[in-house]
């Protein structure tokens, strides 16, 4: 069974600081991750995937098989980042299956 | 807005009830699917969607829940009898089939149900 880990509901950092976003996995093939990010009333919206290995908004994730993490990073954090964050895995890559398994969300609260 | 699109935004009921819910997805887009969030926690996978073909469906969808997509266009989610246990925000994603677009799934803005 796939299961996605986000061991802190919530995370509090002062503007400027770095923030890094757990985010741990359990499957035994080739998953594809994801970090999604909800806004104040806002719809759940994709922040970044790791197949694309790219830098969103300043965020960064990297995929590490070895420990199973999918850690999401920033290095100056800023107000605007306050949002709900979570980690989903897709067993797509090599089974063909579509449903994304989600982590229970961590809260990141950026304060001035 | 071109985004997914959803019906209604809330919907109070009384246990017992039948509610109905749609989705629109973006227009290109052949793949559909619902997920349910209870507080607290992140969405839970219920069923998807390729064109008008239901291709998988999680343990989680009873059998008082049911799921179309009779044109490949909009799908509803029914819940026959509702319990209070039933009380979510039900999201509905969709996604284009590309090649290489792996499984990034667009999310619609989410019904919340709430069963007194």
């Known amino acids: 069974a796939q299961r996605v880990t986000q061991p802190e509901k919530l995370l509090s950092v002062f503007k400027g600081a770095p923030v890094e976003l757990k985010c741990n996995y359990s499957y035994s093939g080739s998953p594809e991750l994801f970090w999604y990010v909800q806004y104040s009333r806002q719809r759940l919206q994709l922040l970044l995937r790791h197949i694309s290995r790219e830098s969103i908004k300043g965020f960064t994730a990297d995929l590490n098989k070895g420990e199973t993490s999918f850690h999401l990073k920033k290095p100056f954090a800023q107000e605007e980042d306050s949002a709900m964050y979570y980690c989903a895995l897709s067993p797509l890559l090599d089974t063909g299956r579509r449903a994304l398994t989600f982590g229970s969300g961590t809260r990141l609260q950026v304060q001035p | 807005d071109t985004g997914v699109s959803q019906d209604p935004r809330h919907k109070i009921t009384k246990r017992g009830q039948n509610v109905t819910f749609r989705c629109d997805p973006i227009?290109?887009?052949?793949?559909l699917y619902w997920y349910r969030q209870t507080l607290g926690q992140g969405p839970e996978f219920l069923t998807y969607f390729q064109n008008e073909a239901q291709l998988e469906k999680s343990r989680l969808l009873s059998d008082r829940f049911s799921a179309e997509r009779p044109k490949g266009s909009f799908s509803t989610l029914e819940i026959q009898r509702t319990e209070q246990g039933d009380s979510a925000m039900y999201l509905c994603?969709?996604?284009?089939?590309?090649?290489?677009?792996?499984?990034?799934?667009?999310f619609g803005p989410g019904t919340r149900l709430t069963v007194l």
């Open positions: 994603a969709s996604s284009p089939e590309e090649a290489g677009a792996g499984n990034e799934q667009f």
């Open positions: 227009s290109e887009h052949n793949r």
